[in-house]
Each structure stands twice: as structure tokens, then as C-alpha cells.
């Protein structure tokens, strides 16, 4: 093979890298996470094609189509709906009411503990959904998908490096962020404090007092009556 012709795959080479690039530049994914009060979930999340190629179409949102690259577990039930997306095809996955121990997966867990509800994400394990080694790929491929998070918890948030709104923490772009999805949020039911306790013991106390120093005085008088 003579230097012209490696010149030429070359480019040919680069020129279909760029083309990836744009493809994936032009497509996204937002996931919606309602979290509820009683350990279950409702998860939504679609995904649409900007790129004019057709990439998303009524045959290709069903889930056998999207088996390798949905990140829902197995056992999870949930609908396919082809929708749009401003102005663009778009597939969307509901999921209503799972228990939140059949929702944990390698790309996201979320877990209830001492009163709240926590959520973590791992952009890393998001961004290899569906992903074929046999493609070749780039930092500039995995970048342009741009792929948003929101969660709602049954209480306010308390704690997030997201963007906060009442009980609801958004990521507008989790693979360029430079920290992993983090939130936690209170659980909705009513949980004594170390406060609550305290408090309820000194106005027990104080009654306590209050009745013995009452009949004190009033043996005390009937002693004193003539």
C-alpha cells in the first residue's frame, strides 16, 4: 500500500469519526425520578434524535429493540411510547410505582436511610448503555450526547450538587459534569428528634412537680386547719 492510499483512509477514517460525533451531538436523554414515600419509584426518561437521520422511529421504541441500552432491570415492567421532542422523534419509557429494591442498578442507586432518601448516579456506567467495542470511539463522541437527571423526593432536598427547587434536584448535563449525581432528601414521614424527646420529658417533668408541690401544699393546709 503506497503513502497516497493510507493518506486517503486517513481522512476517510477521520471523516467517519467527525460524522459520530455529529450524530451524537445531535442526540439526548433526560431521565425523571419521582421518588414516593412508601420505598417505590416512578421513573420516566426519553430519549430523542435531533440529528435529521431518522436514528429514533415508532419500530425502534419497543423494548426489544432498546434491550442492550435501556438501563432498566430486567423484571421492571414499563411502557414504550413514541413521542416527540421539540419538534423531534423522541421514545419514551415509563415506569410507575417500582419498589425501590428492583430499581437499583449498576448507573444508579437509591436507598432510604435515617429518615431520608438518597440518590447517587455513576455519569461513567450512563454513558456505556448500549455501547459496542466493536465502534470506534472518542472523548468527542461520549461528549456531545448531552443527558440530563432530574429527582423529586417526597420531602425537600437537603442536600445536593445538583440545582435545588423545593424537593426537586436537576443535572442539566451529567457526562460534563465534573462530580458524579449526588442528592438526598427528606423521606416524608414524621420522625421523633432527640429534641422532641427532650422536650416531651421536661413538661412530663414539669407536671410531675407541678402535682407533687400541689398536694403538698394541700396536705399541708389541711394540717394547719383547726
Not at 486517503?8 to 421518588?35: E, K, N, P, Q, W
Not at 422536650?199 to 410531675?208: E, G, N, P, T, Y
Request: glycine content about 6%; overall charge negative; proline content about 5%.
Amino acid at each position: 500500500m503506497n503513502h497516497d492510499s493510507r493518506t486517503v483512509r486517513r481522512r476517510v477514517v477521520a471523516a467517519v469519526l467527525t460524522g459520530l460525533a455529529l450524530l451524537l451531538s445531535g442526540c439526548g436523554a433526560h431521565y425523571d425520578f419521582v421518588i414516593h414515600d412508601n420505598e417505590t419509584a416512578d421513573l420516566t426518561y426519553v430519549m430523542w434524535d435531533s440529528s435529521g437521520l431518522s436514528l429514533i422511529s415508532r419500530e425502534s421504541c419497543t423494548q426489544a429493540k432498546l434491550e442492550k441500552s435501556t438501563p432498566l432491570p430486567k423484571n421492571v415492567e414499563a411502557n414504550y411510547t413514541y413521542t416527540s421532542h421539540n419538534g423531534h422523534p423522541a421514545c419514551q419509557v415509563t415506569a410507575k410505582s417500582v419498589p425501590l429494591n428492583d430499581l437499583q442498578t449498576d448507573v444508579w442507586t437509591i436507598k432510604h436511610q435515617d429518615g431520608k432518601y438518597v440518590f447517587d448516579l455513576s455519569p461513567e456506567a450512563l454513558s456505556k448503555l448500549g455501547k459496542d467495542d466493536s465502534l470506534p470511539s472518542s472523548p468527542s463522541t461520549s461528549a456531545g450526547m448531552k443527558i440530563s437527571i432530574a429527582v423529586t423526593f417526597p420531602e425537600e432536598v437537603t442536600k445536593s450538587n445538583g440545582r435545588n427547587d423545593d424537593n426537586k434536584v436537576t443535572w442539566d448535563n451529567v457526562l460534563e459534569s465534573p462530580e458524579a449525581p449526588h442528592a438526598e432528601g427528606g423521606d416524608g414521614k414524621f420522625h421523633l428528634q432527640w429534641w422532641m424527646i427532650a422536650a416531651a420529658s421536661a413538661v412530663a417533668l414539669l407536671v410531675v412537680v407541678g402535682v407533687v408541690v400541689y398536694l403538698l401544699k394541700t396536705r399541708r393546709a389541711k394540717q394547719l386547719a383547726p
